[in-house]
Nanobody
Framework: QVQLVESGGGLVQPGGSLRLSCAASGFTFSSYAMSWYRQAPGKERELVASIASTGNSANYADSVKGRFTISRDNAKNTVYLQMNSLKPEDTAVYYC?????????WGKGTLVTVSS
């Protein structure tokens, strides 16, 4: 069955870094574009970054541009989100999403808390 499993979340101080991973299985990963979303307490889920199936193009929310980098390894069926210069407002549950035309899959999320 389809699975997207996020990992790498945790507690980090402001200015710190984390790398999130999302391991995919049960579908042809290399055909799917991938995204990271996040949802902060009391707020709607928002798109953070997306990457094309081939990995040759990526897009970012303005709030994370220059601080976050999305990448993927199609040989490992994994997408990553490198997060640097973290701010308290980056605190959220981060979700991995796979999409190919009308096929959409979501992971269960990993919590990132940025606090001193």
């Amino acid at each position: 069955q389809v699975q997207l499993v996020e990992s790498g979340g945790g507690l980090v101080q402001p200015g710190g870094s984390l790398r999130l991973s999302c391991a995919a299985s049960g579908f042809t990963f290399s055909s799917y574009a991938m995204s990271w979303y996040r949802q902060a307490p009391g707020k709607e889920r928002e798109l953070v970054a997306s990457i094309a199936s081939t990995g040759n193009s990526a897009n970012y929310a303005d709030s994370v541009k220059g601080r976050f980098t999305i990448s993927r390894d199609n040989a490992k069926n994994t997408v990553y989100l490198q997060m640097n210069s973290l701010k308290p407002e980056d605190t959220a549950v981060y979700y991995c999403r796979a999409y190919y035309y009308t096929m959409v899959y979501w992971g269960k999320g990993t919590l990132v808390t940025v606090s001193s």
